[in-house]
């Protein structure tokens, strides 16, 4: 090595280091080069299971690689929200969360092992939608003015259910509880399809579901919603909302899609650029709509400062309402 040229070693050196720099440029001007896997954190054939397969077809059409979608249900959403946020930052893993994975599970739950705002990078808003309170058809009370009214004759609490503790349909529950003075009992289930089954099955008289997983039952006459969480919803136009049944509430349940944090600038920028265009799709759009979900996209960066926000303010509800995870 000691009658090795000097100015030769530092050539070569400078050829190595930019070769060893070449393969990661191009796997960033390249991706994807190999399927994406979406994880959803709900149980099959619910609203979010829906909205992430409908976004899969187009991204993959975009992208021209498979986005696989991966049901890891359970918790209220945290299994699988927890599975992404120890993935591998490179853009191959990603999910789509609502209020209850990325806001309250970790507010109402110490044993959620992620933080939302620190380990998770958001790819961009999707959309808004209602939560609905369902019933059986042969329920005797059709809004919450005759739930009121039959509760009182009550000598138990009205059990409701709801996809898991902290979840959106839990906090409806509650705060529709501490509002109208009833006495109701949360019924903890894994998904919002499980839901659905205790309230045909006769299990619960009352629970809570997404807007897309609500509007087939509805509209399919197999059970009635006494009100939404939020304001009238055109998917639903006959059914009150909670501020026009005199219960001072209003809160929409919020879609986002997540990449771990550390995820790359350039490759957050793709998902959100592909984010973005499959929501302005037409047949994206109009189906969305059906399933009671107001598309709208909110770039990345925008759509952290809300998630900050946010949490602050459904943090003060929690606390109000005493909310915790069971």
Same mark, same amino acid.
């Given at each position: ?62 992208? =021209?690689?498979?986005?696989? &979608?991966?049901?890891?249900? @359970?918790?209220?959403?945290?299994? #699988?929200?927890?599975?992404? +946020?120890? *993935? ?102 894994? =998904?919002?399809?499980?839901? &659905?089954?205790?309230?045909? @099955?006769?299990?619960?008289?009352? #629970?809570?579901?997404?807007? +897309?997983? *609500? ?112």
């Amino acid at each position: 090595m000691s009658g090795f040229p000097r100015r030769s070693l530092v050539t070569v050196l400078a050829l190595s280091a930019g070769l060893a720099a070449l393969p990661l440029s191009a796997h960033a001007d390249d991706y994807p080069n190999h399927p994406i896997t979406l994880v959803l954190p709900f149980a099959a054939g619910g609203g979010g299971d829906v909205l992430g397969r409908l976004l899969a077809e187009s991204f993959s059409k975009q992208l =021209g690689q498979p986005l696989i &979608v991966e049901n890891r249900p @359970g918790a209220g959403g945290v299994i #699988g929200t927890q599975y992404v +946020a120890r *993935a591998k930052p490179d853009g191959y893993t990603i999910t789509i969360g609502g209020m209850t994975t990325h806001l309250l599970a970790p507010i109402t739950n110490p044993s959620v092992q992620y933080n939302p705002i620190k380990d998770f990078a958001p790819i961009g808003g999707i959309g808004n939608s209602p939560i609905v309170m369902l019933a059986a058809n042969d329920f005797p009370a059709n809004d919450i003015r005759e739930l009121k009214a039959l509760e009182a004759k009550r000598k138990h609490p009205l059990q409701y259910g709801s996809w898991g503790p902290g979840s959106t349909g839990n906090f409806c529950g509650e705060i529709l509880a501490l509002k109208a003075g009833l006495r109701m009992e949360h019924v903890p289930y894994r =998904g919002t399809t499980e839901v &659905v089954t205790g309230l045909i @099955g006769g299990q619960i008289p009352v #629970g809570f579901v997404d807007m +897309a997983t *609500a509007v087939p039952q509805v509209q399919g006459g197999k059970l009635k919603a006494l009100a939404l969480c939020t304001k009238p919803s055109p998917s639903l136009p006959k059914v009150g909302g909670y501020v026009d049944q005199g219960i001072d509430f209003d809160r929409p349940l919020t879609w986002v899609m997540y990449a771990p944090a550390g995820t790359p600038a350039p490759t957050l920028k793709r998902l959100s650029d592909t984010l973005a265009a499959a929501l302005r799709e037409k047949p994206v759009q109009e189906r969305l709509l059906s399933l009671g979900i107001e598309p709208g996209f909110v770039p990345g960066p925008e759509q952290h400062e809300i998630l900050k926000r946010d949490y602050a303010s459904w943090k003060q509800v929690a606390d109000d309402a005493h909310i915790q995870a069971q």
